[in-house]
């Protein structure tokens, strides 16, 4: 019923930058907050980003002020500029957005498949 997919990812040189993409479709009634985690080889999942459908915004310490999250609401799209990467940025970069549908009285969280960035020289 609900997809979400993430796109943008790649690789970059250390202080280059890269612009990721969540795009949620289906039988959508809201996007209440969308998230964008990353996992690392060997780390466990951790939160990068995240913001509500009111724009509210929250970051992780190590990407506070190089990091900017926005949103698309007509578009159901979610955006994560990345500024000034680092080779501790390289991660699988993950979508998770929190959907309720016309079909339900509540909302449910719904991953993407995940985009590879890779920074290094």
């Known amino acids: 019923q609900v997809q979400v997919v993430e796109s943008g990812g790649g690789f970059v040189q250390p202080g280059g930058s890269l612009r990721l993409a969540c795009t949620a479709s289906?039988?959508?009634?809201?996007?209440?907050?969308t998230g964008w985690y990353r996992e690392a080889p060997g780390k466990q999942r951790e939160l990068v980003a995240s913001i509500t459908r009111g724009g509210r915004t929250t970051y992780a310490a190590p990407v506070k002020g190089r990091f900017t999250i926005s949103l698309d609401n007509a578009k159901n799209t979610v955006y994560l500029q990345m500024n000034s990467l680092k080779p501790e940025d390289t991660a699988v970069y993950y979508c998770?957005?929190?959907?309720?549908?016309?079909?339900?009285?509540?909302?449910?969280?719904?991953w993407g498949q995940g985009t590879q960035v890779t920074v290094s020289s």
């Open positions: 289906g039988n959508i009634f809201a996007v209440y907050i």
């Open positions: 998770n957005a929190d959907v309720r549908t016309y079909d339900s009285s509540w909302s449910s969280a719904y």
